[in-house]
């Protein structure tokens, strides 16, 4: 395949913009923008990152293209592409836009990223029905909508957005990977019908419990850091999960484990485990290679707070003599 590209300056900078940022924000609106030139009309992979372009145009030449990337550029609107109905991938990461739209001849995508933009509401996407992933990452949606009709999706990406409930995904069935971390959601549901679902993220959220993941059978990777979990629970079901992340939470006990037997790596650094004796729950899990329990009071030296226990390693090498990993370093 060949890729396309046009003669133009690189900016120094493509920097993803956020709420914070507002002179970044300002200074990249005024920056000064170049016109978009195809090289090739034949072109099925079209490559322009990061080249300052402001507005999409002159694109009717390209009849074969099926990749197009229009990364870290200056686009404040979707427009200009009604002729590519051979587009299967299409990349708009890191721009200005701040609606979907202009999108109903790409019938053929089958893969789409609007992430790091202004977008607030997700619509515009009503004929895209052969969608299969699909990015969100970083904008301001506040609601999961109008996307119940790509039952080809396979996987969701809706991280770093305002979203408070998970809602209006019954009908993706055939997700496998579903991201909704750092949010505002409050609890987990609305999972019911994913079966199946391998990878579950939803890391810095605001859930006390964890729940509704009874019918996710097929679950592999479940990452729930960063919420304000207390107690490991829910997970009877769950049997085929080999990536456990429960980090940051507030879980005093290793309970309900016991059956996870497949389960690789278990990641429960920053929580409040204090007992050795708990380990004791996890001998069951000998596929267990990697564990992290940095910065629990087991972890700490009791005569000196804040400080590790030099017996640390030790004595988890103990419990769990087959462990190959402890935290960052390998185990001898």
Known sequence: MSSSGQEVNMPSNGEAVSDG????????????????????????????????????????????????????NLIKKIEGLSTLTTLTDLDLYDNQIT???????????????????????????????NIKKIFFINNKITKIENIGHMVQMEMLELGSNRIRDIENISTLTNLTSLYLGKNKITRLQGLDTLVQLRCLSIQSNRILKIEGVEKLVNLEEFYISHNGIEKIEGLDTNVK???????????????????????????????????????????????????????????????APGKVDPNYRRKVKLALPWIKQIDATMAR
């Open 21 to 72: 940022e507002d002179e970044e924000v300002a200074q990249r609106d005024n920056e000064e923008t170049e016109e978009l030139r195809i090289v090739d009309p034949d072109a099925e992979v079209v490559d322009l990152n990061h080249c300052r372009i402001g507005v999409i145009a002159n694109l009717e030449a390209l009849n074969k293209v099926e990749s197009l990337c229009l990364r870290q």
């Open 99 to 129: 609606k979907i739209e202009n999108l109903q001849a790409l019938t053929n995508l089958e893969q789409l990223d609007v992430s790091f933009n202004r977008i607030s509401k997700i619509e515009g996407l009503d004929t895209l029905v």
């Open 241 to 303: 999960l080999t990536t456990l992340d429960l980090a940051g939470n507030r879980i005093k006990r290793l309970e309900n484990m016991d059956h996870l037997t497949l389960l690789e790596e278990f990641w429960f650094n920053d929580n409040k485990l204090s007992e050795w004796k708990d380990l004791e729950h996890l001998t069951p899990l000998k596929s267990l290679e990697t564990i992290y329990l940095e910065r629990n009071p087991l972890w700490e030296d009791g005569s």
